[in-house]
């Protein structure tokens, strides 16, 4: 078995993109077999080298290795030349010299007249000769059917007379999708060619080129597309399309390869997968023919299950740059690491654990106004001198020492324990919600907890 991914670099490799490329490793890993990387970059206008790396980064970061490649169809046009020749010098396919203009007439003619808007076949007789303006066209068979055994939606006919006489070489000399990619794909040895359901109906062209140039048609599998919770295709306005956004979001890689799996394949009421687990499941029938409609609360859900889940090592190395972007210093590792363990569980995202845990970093308090006008007031302000003159004392300072040290004071001062508490935690985070103060407090240290607490003194002596 030899499967492929072959996205264009012409932008961001995209979540539809990236399910494709996770469905065929899987399929490939599943079975032994073999997976190719092929950059179709015939497209001089739009193919860019930055698109590509961003691909290769993207499918780096999802952790889907390729065993070949990447190939780049741009350095193949040699050979795609070639075979446009052979099938010329077979008949099956000819020069065509009708304008851009021409053909936009026909197909509004055409259109007005209730007819498919399909190529008229005006040269498909003059033998004409390669000229600066020509394209090749491809001779499609005018009558039979051409079937297609889809590995997911079961087979599909076309009639040949619906068919049109595409063109397969431009008349910059680069071949067209349809025909570079049959090609490519033949002379690989792909076996089992998977990929969005947009492309059904550029098969039985793709089929038809395959039989013309004598090459074993592979086998398909087209996978449904992915819809928007307004079922509309999948767009920037239901939330980032592109996958290294979602690494800019703090979204962890097994989070979006769990995720994009489930979009539109099953197993049982199973939710949470691992690679291995994937791996051994993952198979083609499951696949539903029905589009996967995209729920960012579902993956916003995982991601929070990962981070949770993430080993203290990888969790302190994924976070830590989101931390140095804000440029806190986490030279400290043992330090940082005990904050982003007790971030973790509130967090879903990377994003929002650097963001929630900026106090442990930061001498000055960034107070959410809310809390600092019901805390940091002269009515608490004693719970907090208190604190202050009292904890260096505390010889158990530990999460149940301190705990015990903030409900003696609760009890000496005829007060509720979470009214100190409270008042602390927003002297130390800024915040009414926080993970516990206890906890925070340990991390912090003494001296950091006491310089935060006297700062928030005199932000109230001040007036606020």
Not at 310 to 336: G, H, I, N
Request: hydrophobic share 40%.
């Amino acid at each position: 078995m030899r499967t492929r991914f072959a996205p264009s670099p012409t932008g961001f490799l995209h979540i539809g993109g990236a399910r494709t490329a996770l469905f065929n490793w899987l399929y490939t890993r599943r079975h032994g077999g073999t997976f190719v990387l092929r950059i179709e970059d015939t497209d001089q206008l739009r193919s860019t080298d930055e698109s590509t790396r961003a691909i290769l980064d993207a499918m780096t970061w999802l952790g889907l290795n390729w065993d070949e490649g990447p190939y780049f169809q741009a350095e193949r046009v040699v050979v795609h030349r070639q075979m446009v020749q052979k099938l010329i010098d077979e008949g099956k396919a000819y020069y065509c010299t009708c304008s851009s203009e021409d053909l936009e007439a026909k197909r509004k003619k055409a259109m007005a007249e209730g007819r498919k808007p399909k190529y008229d076949g005006a040269c498909r007789e003059k033998g004409l000769r390669r000229s600066p303006d020509s394209v090749v066209r491809f001779r499609c068979p005018e009558m039979g059917v051409t079937v297609m055994h889809d590995l997911i939606k079961g087979n599909i006919s076309f009639n040949n007379e619906e068919l049109d006489d595409l063109i397969i070489e431009r008349a910059d000399g680069y071949p067209t999708y349809n025909f570079a990619v049959v090609v490519d794909d033949a002379q690989m040895g792909i076996t089992h060619v998977i990929r969005g359901d947009d492309h059904v109906n550029n098969t039985p062209k793709q089929i038809l080129i395959y039989e013309a140039l004598g090459y074993e048609v592979p086998l398909f599998g087209h996978v449904p597309m992915i819809l928007g919770s307004d079922r509309a295709r999948l767009s920037k306005r239901h939330g980032a399309t592109s996958v290294m956004a979602y690494q800019e979001m703090g979204y962890l890689p097994e989070a979006l390869v769990n995720y994009l799996v489930r979009l539109g394949w099953s197993h049982g009421d199973q939710e949470i997968f691992t690679i291995e687990d994937l791996i051994h499941a993952f198979s083609l029938e499951a696949v539903g023919k029905s589009p996967a409609i995209f729920n960012p609360e579902k993956l916003l859900w995982l991601n929070q299950h990962y981070i949770t889940a993430c080993p203290e090592e990888k969790l302190l190395a994924l976070v830590t740059p989101f931390w140095e972007r804000k440029e806190f210093d986490v030279s400290d590792r043992r330090y940082a690491a005990l904050a982003a363990e007790n971030l973790r569980t509130r967090s879903k995202t990377l994003v929002e654990m650097a963001d929630s845990g900026a106090f442990y970093f930061r001498e000055e308090v960034d107070y959410d106004p809310e809390a600092a006008a019901k805390f940091l007031t002269t009515e608490y302000v004693g719970y907090l001198e208190v604190v202050a003159e009292r904890l260096p004392g505390v010889a158990n300072y530990t999460k149940d020492g301190i705990e015990a040290f903030l409900r003696s004071l609760a009890e000496e001062r005829g007060t509720k324990l979470k009214w100190i508490a409270q008042t602390v935690r927003v002297a130390l985070t800024g915040r009414t919600v926080s993970p516990g103060i206890d906890e925070i407090m340990v991390i912090l240290g003494k001296e950091r907890v006491i310089r935060k607490i006297r700062r928030a003194i005199d932000r109230i002596r001040a007036g606020g």
